[in-house]
């Protein structure tokens, strides 16, 4: 590229979520709703959480994946959720550039985890159904703690490296989000630089 066009060239500080509506006498209506909703979602799985842990009869494999699996969507909807509410309040639409690639990494971190779980409790459930005689054994306590570690380090690698790919794009406008969060599909329109790279780790 030319040197004098880079020169030129300004570099993006912040997005615009643009958000589910572009209206804003459907703001109310649309704050109420989704609040009303996080609140039941929370509730939902911090009720099975607690119930998990007060009852003794629950401590198997899988309750304890499930209460993993609980805390893991409380903290996904987190990510999305209560910030675009706020900005539903606030009546404004901006987001950071350092805030939206830190939505992005944690959005990716708790929903790669939600993945690896599902198919760490697809295996226990292989075991407890195929493989009945060794089930306990196979499927101890320690060996619990570490199928849920190796899953949070695959789902932190994976986010890490999406976020570290996208901070290598450039973008310098246009600077409008067609989403109310940070993901990487529409932050790759935006992008002014090749995106091959990306979209090969994240479709390929």
């Known amino acids: 590229m030319d040197p004098e066009a880079r020169a030129n060239r300004t570099t993006v500080t912040e997005f615009v979520l643009l958000g589910l509506v572009e209206t804003e006498k459907l703001h109310s209506l649309l704050f109420i709703i989704f609040f009303f909703a996080y609140l039941l979602t929370v509730g939902g799985n911090l009720s099975i959480l607690a119930a998990i842990l007060v009852e003794p009869k629950l401590h198997t494999p899988m309750y304890f994946f499930l209460g993993n699996l609980s805390a893991l969507d409380v903290g996904c909807i987190s990510v999305t959720v209560p910030p675009m509410l706020g900005r539903l309040v606030s009546h404004t639409r901006t987001i950071f550039y350092g805030a939206c690639l830190t939505q992005l990494f944690f959005f990716h971190l ?5 993945c690896f779980l599902l198919t760490v409790m697809a295996y226990d459930r292989f075991l407890a159904i ?7 054994t196979r499927m101890s306590p320690t060996v619990q703690r ?12 994976n986010a890490l490296t999406h976020t570290t790919a996208l901070s290598t794009l450039n973008f310098c406008g246009p600077k409008e989000v067609n989403h109310f969060y940070c993901d990487l ?6 992008s002014c630089s090749s995106t091959q ?5 994240l479709f390929g």
Do not use: H, K
């Not at 790279?197 to 780790?201: I, Q």
């Open 110 to 114: 708790l929903a790669g985890m939600d």
């Open 185 to 190: 599909p529409q932050l790759f329109q935006l």
């Open 197 to 201: 790279l990306n979209e090969l780790l």
């Open 146 to 157: 570490i199928l849920v570690v190796v899953s949070w380090a695959c789902a932190f690698t």
């Open 130 to 136: 195929c493989r009945p005689l060794t089930y306990s």
